[in-house]
């Protein structure tokens, strides 16, 4: 069980903590590297394929722009590929977002916007052969159940 985040950009750093932050809670590991599929794809293409010889990994890829990171990263690898583009304005979001959403065909990219969900889907899928993780789903839902009034 392992989540590798990828950045296009190092100023993509801050948005990539929202998601450890909530993939600590699963106590699922994680690690951040910047790689830009633009700027050094060799280094990106041959991360992949070593993370292609072990098992249970989803990454998450943070690349606004032209987001040529996420569909690089699904088009290599045999595990899931989930984008959280950055976004500082609607502007940014509008360029960011269908950058991301138009992705090649064989290039599957599941696309989440907020931070929060993106580590709550892995917890999700990791719970699929993991009980614990599975455990921890579900007191996650209780407990936001549990915050609305019952009546």
Excluded at 92 to 114: A, R
Aim: charged content about 25%; some cysteine.
């Amino acid at each position: 069980m392992f989540v590798p985040i990828l950045l296009g950009s190092e100023s993509d750093r801050d948005h990539a903590a929202k998601i450890t932050e909530w993939l600590d809670k699963f106590s699922i590991p994680s690690e951040v590297r910047v790689l830009s599929a633009h700027k050094v794809p060799e280094l990106l293409s041959r991360y992949v394929q070593e993370k292609n010889n072990e098992t249970e990994i989803v990454y998450v890829t943070i690349a606004g722009r032209s987001n040529g990171l996420s569909g690089c990263t699904a088009a290599s690898s045999v595990h899931p590929v989930i984008a959280c583009p950055p976004f500082k304005d609607k502007d940014d979001y509008l360029v960011n977002i269908h950058s991301t959403l138009q992705m090649p065909s064989d290039t599957p990219v599941l696309t989440v916007l907020e931070p929060q969900n993106v580590a709550l889907c892995i917890a999700r899928i990791f719970g699929l052969n993991n009980p614990e993780v599975r455990e921890a789903v579900a007191k996650r839902i209780a407990e936001v159940k549990s915050t609305f009034q019952k009546g």
